[in-house]
């Protein structure tokens, strides 16, 4: 996991047991709060299978990064992955997606400053 | 139709170590077969589905891979068999959103739009035997429904 300024880039590679991806998605929501991290860019190009679980997971951090008053982006999904994903009958509604880590990152500068509480609350005091 | 020459293998489904077998095991068997990137991509995602469904629903069983010939056709069978409780109701599991465990509940039901040929057979109490068979060059089969 790597900060880049306001944002968590997180790299996926090779082939993903299903603890480490349960661990990815509990050690993201609290490096969020930790960090105030605003968005998170999860690049999945190293990825060569997404199945069920592994979806349900990536839609699980994109929602509750939500919640914690940040953005997800998912970047650079292989072709061949959508593809089946979609067949599979899961296309992910909710995730915000992009084809390479520049455009993600543009996409959550433009959609920055966020309506954070703790800010505002901070501001009014 | 014959069973083509090596490559027939039975692997453990005990953990989510062994998932990660199964699916390079089909990734490389799909490959040397000649499917395509794509059709490689579908066959180790069913396979993923259908040996969590052993391991989560049955117990932990085995997933047995048989590589076919049928003329000039290369096709790779995958069979996922468990001593598990059995599915009392085929039809509800077959159809998405269904849902006794964890996931989406598009493990069957997805799992059958990816390949060419699906088979189930699973009584209460007698276990689960899921087959599967796609193969190489030939179209998705057509959509039941739209």
Redesign the interface.
Known sequence: MLRLGEVLLVTLQG?L???TAQQLQEDLAETIVRSGATGVVIDVSGV??????L??ILAEIAGQTGLLAARTVLVGM????A??LV????TLPGVHTALSTEVAMELLRQQAPSSRFGGLRQERL | MHTAAGSQARLPIRS??D??WV??HV?QAAAQLGFG??D???L??AA??LA?NTLVYGGGGTMETEPLVEGTTHGLRLTFSDDGPGIPDLEQALS?GFTSG???G??L??AR??VHEFGIESAPGSGTTVRVTSWVGRP?RPREES
Do not use: C, N, W, Y
Request: no cysteine.
């Open positions: 082939d047991h299903d603890s060569e299978i997404v199945d069920s679980f979806g349900r292989r072709p061949a992955v593809i089946t067949e599979l009958g899961l | 989510d170590m998932l990660v699916r390079q990734r990137l794509v490689q991509t579908k180790v995602t993923s589905e969590r998405d964890d996931g989406l598009m493990g039901g997805g739009r990816l998705p």
